[in-house]
């Protein structure tokens, strides 16, 4: 131990050497009088108030410096200072400071130079000034017609309103909002260009009348070239694919929302683009208009085809100090276009492998799955729904097998469902029919005697029939589910099972010894369980390349009626590598209990779930970037059948598990593999903290390999 500890100091030793040496061979690379742009720092003179913030000004300094993430340049280009520059940056920076209203402000530079270090800095004050009120706004539009009534029903809504500051930047948003409005409206072609405004500062130096204008020619053009602006109608309609893309062609129309004769909507246009994206069957979408005639617009929709079949692999792999070792692969296959009208068809291939090289325990899972996907709601044309987005029905079907040195257990599953979303930032999945049926076979004896005085772990281990029904709501700030900008998002989910079938339990047999309800011989389940996921995702740092994930996720299962426990598969764990990574999958909890030693591999789980995830990430060099995370997190029961060390109580808390880790990134555009180490900071079993000499002990840390991020 204390040699690994004298190599791990040489090694930071070694590295931090290595990057002053780099520093200082970039600067020897600098000529007579030149220096390195070291930074940029941007003042605001805070006593006139303003909005103004430092990150807001920085991006129109014109010369940048290089940046710098754990002593290694990102940038590996030495920016040698330019003087000339400096300038050019006051300039552009006051053009902005116009922009945003503050017509008074004025832009200061300093440069420090040390010549030693042949560094330079550069500091820019900025002096915002005063801003200018608006007293009132007045509008002029073209008079008679359609125009003028649908422009003063909009008024309305302007954004621009008496008593705020005017700004160049409020003005371009009104002419964007406005226009997008009156496109709606029928207007085809109107844009921000056909806005004028005059502000009026003769009635006083701290106030303006604002006159808002429509004329009936652009900022580019000329009063000779005027036109009537008109509402436009929509005229002939084509759409086109390639013939080497086999679709029903009924199929293909009822996407389309744009109809001959209707009035023009830059809304139905939008949305007629995105049924088409989210068939996902296209890898361009064209929509092109052109104006036929004075109230005529023709429409021709391009559709170019994508990759029809693909594979996609994920692998998860683990190991800790005690010797076991995860590996849990997954491959699936997909079609989507199986039968000629965007229908999507997905085969998966799951395995999970848990062993000890030393000894011959094993866990061996195998999993198959089918998933047919219809971009309709199963009767009901797609005609029948407005806008953008249609639900689409979800029929899928699963067989699981798994072999422990405890028991045998199979698991076939079935669902039937819609999925979709509502406006862009709302998806939703909601399942009428989901149906387990599990069978236990081959229980050791032993272990079942084990089993004799835990009622709980029991009925857990038994052969049980789950129908019912379950949900999603899911929101993100980002514009899809597989967008990986930093974003919000917001997971709820839900299960209630059992339901229906306890309707009709007075006419079902009874198990003499249990008094639960049969179906098909075994008893029905019937329990209620919900889970909560939320997410932030917040970038920084000189061009955003440091990011800092969080997740925080809450669950609770309730057994009632015909079931006096949750299944075990519906039941919540930590561990692994995408939850607790100092411990292994199943490996935590519940609560201050003890490892079940009825186990060979670990099986801990239970009816309630906590968990907290932070997760700091930079970059290193070429495609890698480095992790730094910190876990907090456990699994409860709700009643005594782990004891008092395992339930849920107000002292909850105290119970909590901490891990943290470091891990490393390879992103490889098409995938992201990582590799994470997590140490056990505090164990609840043993209510005891694990200082840096205790990490590397036996069952103090766990190795995990994945694809993509942890969350």
């Known amino acids: 131990m204390k040699a690994s500890k004298k190599n791990a100091v040489r090694a930071l030793l070694l590295a931090g050497t290595a990057a002053i040496l780099c520093a200082c061979a970039s600067t020897a690379k600098l000529g007579e009088g030149e220096y390195e742009l070291k930074s940029n720092k941007v003042v605001i003179d805070r006593s006139v108030k303003s909005d103004l913030s430092a990150a807001e000004i920085t991006p129109y300094i014109r010369q940048q410096s290089a940046t710098f993430t754990l002593g290694r340049r990102k940038d590996t280009t030495l920016v040698v200072f330019n003087p000339s520059l400096v300038g050019s940056s006051e300039d552009r920076i006051l053009d902005h400071l116009h922009y945003l209203g503050y017509y008074d402000a004025s832009v200061e530079s300093k440069v420090t130079l040390k010549d030693k270090k042949k560094r330079a800095r550069v500091t820019y004050t900025i002096h915002p000034g005063g801003r200018i009120k608006i007293s009132s706004i007045s509008f002029d539009v073209p008079k008679g017609g359609d125009f003028e009534r649908d422009f003063y029903a909009d008024t309305a809504f302007v954004s621009v309103r008496p008593g705020d500051y005017l700004s160049e930047q409020s003005?371009?948003?009104?002419?964007?909002?406005?226009?997008?409005?009156?496109?709606?409206?029928?207007?085809?072609?109107?844009?921000?260009?056909?806005?004028?405004?005059?502000?009026?500062?003769?009635?006083?130096?701290?106030?303006?009348?604002?006159?808002?204008?429509?004329?009936?020619?652009?900022?580019?053009?000329?009063?000779?070239?005027?036109?009537?602006?008109?509402?436009?109608?929509?005229?002939?309609?084509?759409?086109?694919?390639?013939?080497?893309?086999?679709?029903?062609?009924?199929?293909?129309?009822?996407?389309?929302?744009?109809?001959?004769?209707?009035?023009?909507?830059?809304?139905?246009?939008?949305?007629?683009?995105?049924?088409?994206?989210?068939?996902?069957?296209?890898?361009?979408?064209?929509?092109?208009?052109?104006?036929?005639?004075?109230?005529?617009?023709?429409?021709?929709?391009?559709?170019?085809?994508?990759?029809?079949?693909?594979?996609?692999?994920?692998?998860?792999?683990?190991?800790?100090?005690?010797?076991?070792?995860?590996?849990?692969?997954?491959?699936?296959?997909?079609?989507?276009?199986?039968?000629?009208?965007?229908?999507?068809?997905?085969?998966g291939f799951l395995g999970n492998f848990q062993f000890r090289p030393s000894d011959n325990v094993r866990s061996t899972e195998f999993g198959v799955s089918a998933g047919l996907t219809l971009p309709r709601f199963l009767g009901m044309p797609n005609s029948s729904f407005k806008g953008a987005f249609i639900p689409r029905t979800e029929i899928k079907t699963s067989y699981n097998y798994q072999d422990r040195p405890e028991y045998t257990r199979n698991i076939v599953s079935a669902s039937y469902g819609y999925t979709g979303r509502f406006y862009r930032h709302f998806f939703y999945q909601f399942f009428p029919l989901q149906v387990n049926v599990v069978g236990m076979h081959d229980i050791d004896p032993e272990f079942y005697k084990s089993l004799e005085n835990n009622p709980f772990m029991r009925y857990t281990y038994q052969n049980h029939f789950d129908a019912g029904a379950g949900g999603m709501l899911y929101y993100t700030s980002g514009r899809d589910l597989t967008e990986l900008e930093p974003a919000f998002y917001a997971r709820l989910s839900a299960d209630f099972s059992g339901n229906a079938l306890s309707l009709f339990k007075k006419y079902m047999p009874l198990d003499p010894d249990s008094g639960e309800a049969l179906v098909f011989g075994v008893p029905f389940a019937q329990y209620v369980r919900g889970e909560l996921a939320l997410g932030r995702t917040f970038q920084f740092g000189v061009n955003r390349k440091h990011s800092l994930a969080t997740r925080l996720l809450a669950g609770a299962g309730y057994a009632y009626g015909n079931s006096s426990v949750v299944p075990i598969e519906k039941q919540f764990w930590c561990g692994g590598a995408n939850s607790m990574r100092g411990h292994q999958a199943r490996a935590l909890g519940p609560g201050r209990s003890k490892p079940n030693e009825a186990f060979s591999i670990p099986s801990q789980t239970g009816d309630i779930r906590l968990e907290m995830n932070a997760e700091y990430r930079f970059g290193l060099f070429w495609k890698l970037e480095g992790a730094v995370f910190a876990d907090a997190g456990n699994v409860w029961t709700i009643g005594d059948d782990y004891g008092e060390e395992g339930r849920f109580t107000s002292d909850f808390y105290k119970s909590i598990a901490l891990d943290s880790g470091v891990g490393i990134r390879a992103d490889l555009s098409f995938m992201v593999v990582r590799i994470d180490m997590g140490v056990k900071l505090y164990e609840p079993c043993i209510s005891s903290w694990r200082g840096p000499s205790r990490w590397f002990e036996k069952d103090g840390f766990a190795v995990h390999f994945g694809v993509g991020y942890p969350f």
């Open 171 to 347: 003005l371009e948003a009104e002419s964007e909002r406005s226009s997008a409005a009156m496109r709606e409206k029928g207007y085809f072609g109107f844009t921000k260009n056909y806005y004028y405004f005059e502000a009026d500062t003769l009635s006083g130096r701290d106030s303006v009348k604002l006159l808002m204008q429509v004329r009936e020619y652009t900022r580019n053009d000329v009063p000779a070239n005027a036109r009537t602006i008109s509402k436009k109608y929509i005229g002939n309609v084509s759409v086109s694919r390639p013939s080497t893309l086999p679709f029903r062609t009924k199929a293909l129309e009822e996407l389309n929302l744009i109809r001959p004769g209707s009035l023009y909507k830059e809304s139905t246009v939008s949305d007629t683009y995105e049924r088409y994206r989210l068939l996902q069957l296209f890898s361009s979408v064209g929509i092109e208009l052109r104006e036929s005639s004075p109230d005529t617009v023709d429409c021709s929709i391009n559709l170019t085809p994508s990759r029809l079949q693909g594979l996609k692999l994920q692998l998860e792999a683990s190991t800790n100090s005690s010797g076991l070792v995860g590996i849990s692969p997954q491959l699936n296959w997909y079609h989507k276009n199986i039968f000629h009208g965007g229908e999507r068809l997905s085969l």
